[in-house]
């Protein structure tokens, strides 16, 4: 693939796909046993239903007769001679159950449960999963390059814990690494399938692209023109073509009113309201890579910067707050590498100490948004740092969203003291006009500087 200026790529994604292993499809598809990528069946793989035999289940250790390994089946119950369950001979980091699959298998979802016991409340709280295709070379699963670590809610032996995952290419044998326990080891496993639909996917960061598009999604409430389409490309095409159109909505059939392929036009895309984004089969969402652009520019890498608040691009009046501290505190004074002078406390601070104040800031249009930082007060008299708290964007300052990983708030870990910069970067990034910093927790007052940073290139 080679970059040229004005051109789009487009893989046909409704041809009958062919394939040589699961890694070929999409993340909702499986190879089949014709090679053709086809649409994944939700079903156990077989430790409930026994079709995974017992000498294919494992473990590091077991308590004794009754504890195997292989009783560890999803809704197993215990009876004269077997527990219901496996149990570890030793409470340590690092006991295990392996389970071999027989053959190479999709696995996206993993369920747990405690002992079934009225008497022996015994159950793992947390676990890594590793996963090999020889049983020697083992990979721990991690989500953003970071090893996950599954906390369960199995706090009493009836709780049901199911943990969606991103489908992978698990092969024979699965192992669970135990990586805390409570009191004796007692855990029951079992793998199932299901077919999950991202929202968000990490897009290219680039001065005048956004390249993005997502089968079996659209955007829903920003609807701003109807056509007809025939083909994909006839709706790029029109979404080129209509000023104001940010993102379009392909419908390849609509067996329900029998009506032609549809192009729907949107105002806005999936970054600026992914709460709208919505399963509707037979579509396919795109974003419109060629607005605003113009023809004397060309591509060019995200060169980061700050948008504002430290040098003061943003005014004062762009800048508010929930509450403030009286005029020394005033909501502007939350600029990064502010400092403390006569007249103002070098921060903003709040009047109440309470969960959910905010900083919010306007960066005058929409704005890509890609990294943030905060600081604390600084003074070495009032020790007062906020120490985590939510993002929430808007385009139109009345509908919110929180910002997300995988489908889960995310709480960003702020500041222990008052001098020191803690940024993060956003993956994904946003594009919004509004931010507000929505306090969690704080050190005896909530006081804080920021930052918003990106594309010094951007148009």
């Not at 409704?14 to 890694?23: D, I």
């Not at 494992?58 to 004269?80: D, F, H, I, M, V």
């Not at 968000?200 to 701003?224: D, E, F, K, M, P």
């Not at 036009?265 to 509707?280: Q, R």
Request: include cysteine; aromatic fraction near 10%; glycine fraction near 4%.
């Amino acid at each position: 693939m080679v970059h040229v200026p004005y051109t789009i790529y487009m893989e046909n994604i409704f041809r009958s796909k062919s394939c040589r292993s699961n890694l070929d499809c999409e993340r909702q598809m499986i190879c089949s046993s014709s090679m053709i990528c086809e649409e994944c069946r939700i079903q156990p793989l077989g430790m409930e239903n026994r079709e995974i035999p017992n000498e294919a289940v494992k473990a590091s250790s077991s308590w004794s007769s009754g504890y195997e390994p292989w009783r560890a089946r999803l809704n197993n119950t215990q009876k004269s001679g077997s527990t219901g369950s496996w149990s570890a001979l030793h409470n340590a980091f690092g006991q295990y159950l392996q389970i071999d699959l027989g053959k190479d298998r999709v696995v996206n979802k993993i369920a747990t449960q405690g002992r079934p016991s009225t008497v022996h409340f015994q159950w793992v709280t947390s676990y890594q999963l590793l996963f090999s295709s020889d049983g020697a070379k083992w990979n721990e699963y991690q989500n953003d390059s970071v090893v996950k670590l599954k906390r369960c809610t199995n706090f009493e032996r009836v709780s049901f814990l199911q943990s969606r995952r991103n489908q992978v290419e698990i092969t024979s044998p699965a192992k669970t690494l135990v990586e805390e326990l409570s009191k004796k080891t007692g855990m029951n496993f079992s793998v199932t399938l299901l077919t999950i639909f991202l929202l968000l996917r990490t897009t290219i960061v680039t001065s005048c692209t956004a390249s993005y598009s997502v089968q079996g999604q659209v955007l829903q409430n920003h609807i701003i023109r109807d056509e007809t389409a025939d083909r994909i490309v006839d709706c790029i095409a029109l979404c080129t073509a209509y000023p104001g159109c940010h993102s379009s909505n392909f419908y390849r059939i609509d067996k329900r009113c029998e009506l032609n392929k549809r192009c729907e036009l949107n105002d806005k895309t999936h970054a600026s309201h992914p709460e709208d984004m919505a399963h509707v089969p037979y579509t396919i969402y795109m974003e419109n890579i060629f607005r605003e652009k113009h023809l004397n520019l060309s591509c060019e890498e995200c060169r980061i910067q700050p948008l504002g608040m430290e040098n003061r691009e943003i005014p004062n009046e762009a800048v508010k707050a929930s509450s403030y501290f009286g005029s020394r505190s005033i909501p502007w004074q939350a600029r990064l590498n502010n400092v403390e002078t006569s007249g103002y406390a070098g921060a903003w601070c709040t009047l109440q100490n309470a969960i959910g104040q905010y900083l919010q800031i306007d960066l005058g249009k929409e704005r890509v948004v890609n990294k943030i930082a905060t600081q604390g007060r600084p003074s070495s008299i009032y020790i007062h740092q906020v120490t985590s708290y939510k993002l929430l964007f808007s385009s139109d300052e009345a509908n919110w969203n929180e910002y997300q990983n995988n489908g889960v708030v995310k709480v960003f870990t702020a500041n222990s003291d008052g001098g020191t910069v803690v940024s993060h970067k956003l993956s994904p990034r946003i594009s919004t006009r509004y931010v507000r910093f929505s306090v969690l927790s704080w050190h005896n007052h909530i006081c804080m500087r920021v930052e918003l940073y990106g594309c010094a290139n951007e148009q």
